[in-house]
């Protein structure tokens, strides 16, 4: 029966993800022939310089692979640091930026849980 409950639960769970990430704005700039701007906006506190969303535009720019030249997040003012900053009216908006070459790269594996 566990196996079951599991196997659902993964389901809903990718299902959820691939419904969240279609709705997903990732503006995409080509620098150069192997060089590509991707950004996305977010209106949350800072958690990583990991997305979903930026690797699958990262992967359909460069379907062969690709090396980070730059991943940070941008704002004009300070971050928030805990989301009910967020819901009490602090202004949570940042961009999100990568910076990635064309390369023959195998992609880099991809954790919930970090890198380990």
């Known amino acids: 029966m566990k196996p079951i409950l599991k196997l659902a639960g993964l389901f809903v769970f990718g299902v959820t993800v691939l419904s969240l990430s279609a709705c ?8 150069d022939e192997e060089t590509f701007y991707l950004t996305e906006f977010y209106s949350e506190p800072v958690t990583g310089f990991d997305s979903w969303s930026l690797r699958r535009q990262a992967k359909e720019s460069c379907p062969k692979g690709y090396v980070y030249l ?3 997040a941008g704002k004009s003012s300070e971050f928030a640091k805990q989301h009910f900053e967020c819901v009490g009216g602090k202004n949570c908006e940042y961009a ?7 390369s023959d790269k195998p992609e880099e594996k991809f954790s919930l849980f970090g890198k380990s």
């Open 96 to 102: 999100m930026e990568w910076r990635i070459q064309c």
């Open 70 to 72: 730059l991943r940070k």
């Open 24 to 31: 997903s704005t990732v503006q995409s700039q080509q620098v």
